[in-house]
């Protein structure tokens, strides 16, 4: 019975490199959520997606960052040209239905970047 | 001013008393309410949620809710060495926000034996 899966854990990349980071939801999961914990700071909504279609991105930068939810295949958030201020664990959560507010957290990507 | 505000702590309580964690949030348009657990390192662990004034229990843990004062606090009757987290509390203004969920920054516990 698999939880919602992360990958990498672990990401180390130098400024200006890009990071990709995977998320698949639980099983019968529909609904996927992105979050970011900085050091000494909350966990801070990023974006809500189903499947190929953002519902909610209020809580992502303006730029460098996209998120997306193909048809088939994991969620994906992407940050173009990353910056030391990037450095985070981002979590993934998934729901299975609408109006379902009772998220399961992925077990994160540690993000570092040098 | 944050939107949802915890006592920081840390909070360190014996084994086997009573634990009391509390939130307080700002919006009061709020209407689903969470704690979730984050150990040292790992994932949030959503342990309970209450959506109505009053209280509700699940084995040791009792969530308490007063809309009208925007106060939600958990309890944790005969606390144990292995509930020592962080403690997260959680609020969703629910409508178009489902899933957006506003944490506090956390309350560090500890149950020493």
Redesign the interface.
């Known amino acids: 019975n698999a939880g919602v899966m992360q990958n990498p854990r672990h990401l180390v990349r130098r400024r200006g490199q890009e990071a990709r980071l995977r998320c698949s939801p639980m099983k019968g999961h529909s609904?996927v959520?992105w979050y970011r914990q900085l050091p000494e700071?909350?966990?801070?909504?990023m974006v809500?997606l189903q499947k190929e279609n953002i519902i909610?991105e209020?809580?992502m930068p303006k730029e460098r960052f996209s998120a997306e939810f193909p048809k088939e295949g994991p969620s994906i958030l992407r940050i173009q040209q990353v910056v030391r201020g990037d450095s985070a664990a981002y979590?993934c959560?998934s729901?299975s239905r609408?109006?379902?507010?009772?998220?399961?957290?992925?077990?994160?990507t540690q993000l570092s970047v040098l | 001013q944050k939107e949802v505000e915890q006592n920081s702590g840390p909070l360190s309580v014996p084994e086997g008393a009573i634990a009391s964690l509390n939130c307080t949030y700002s919006d009061r348009g709020s209407q689903s309410f969470f704690w979730y657990r984050q150990y040292s390192g790992k994932s949030p662990e959503l342990i309970m949620f209450i959506y109505s004034n009053g209280d509700k229990e699940d084995g040791r843990f009792t969530a308490q809710l007063n809309k009208a004062s925007q106060y939600v606090s958990l309890l944790i009757r005969d606390s144990q060495p292995s509930d020592s987290a962080t403690y997260l509390c959680a609020v969703s203004a629910g409508g178009t926000s489902y899933g957006k969920l506003t944490f506090g920054q956390g309350t560090i516990l500890t149950v020493h034996p």
């Open positions: 609904h959520y700071e909350g966990l801070k909504f809500y909610d209020s809580g979590f959560a729901s609408d109006r379902d507010e009772k998220l399961f957290f992925g077990s994160g």
